[in-house]
């Protein structure tokens, strides 16, 4: 007579107290490095604006440079792109592609004149998109 094989059973897979402590392993990680990351991504949104800015900034002077003065008030940023009422002085495109947008969604402000004594101001409203504001909503210029 041959004997009947028999299985031994393993342990293999996680008990639900090993579960629960992975659990609370990852809530815990996600608590303190979430914070932290959340911030890392507000300040690269603020460097990304304050670098779009100096090119729109360098895009104007180049522009002033070939017309003579500087984009109207009713002009804006979009006499960057497309010719204006002198084509024959303008040498643009002065910007690749369409004027961009803030890293928040919203249009650049060109205002003419600018603030201190400066001819122009590029501004971008920040995370809020009102004017004023402070840390991450707080208004971005050149």
């Known amino acids: 007579m041959s004997r009947p094989i028999r299985f031994a059973r393993s342990s293999s897979g996680f008990t639900l ?54 984009p109207s008030k009713e002009q ?14 303008w040498r643009g495109p002065y910007l690749k592609g369409a004027v961009p947008l803030d890293p928040w969604g919203s249009p650049y402000q060109y205002r003419m004149p600018g603030g201190g004594g400066r001819d122009f101001d590029i501004v971008s409203l920040g995370r809020d998109k009102a004017s004023g504001g402070s840390g991450d909503d707080a208004d971005i210029t050149n």
């Open 76 to 89: 804006g940023l979009r006499a960057l792109v497309s010719p204006s009422t002198t084509p024959d002085r």
């Open 17 to 70: 107290l090993e579960l629960l402590v992975v659990i609370l392993i990852i809530g815990l990680l996600t608590g303190i490095i979430g914070p932290r990351l959340m911030g890392q991504i507000g300040r690269s949104e603020v460097t990304t604006a304050r670098a779009q800015i100096a090119a729109l900034d360098k895009a104007v002077e180049a522009y002033r440079l070939d017309m003579g003065q500087y």
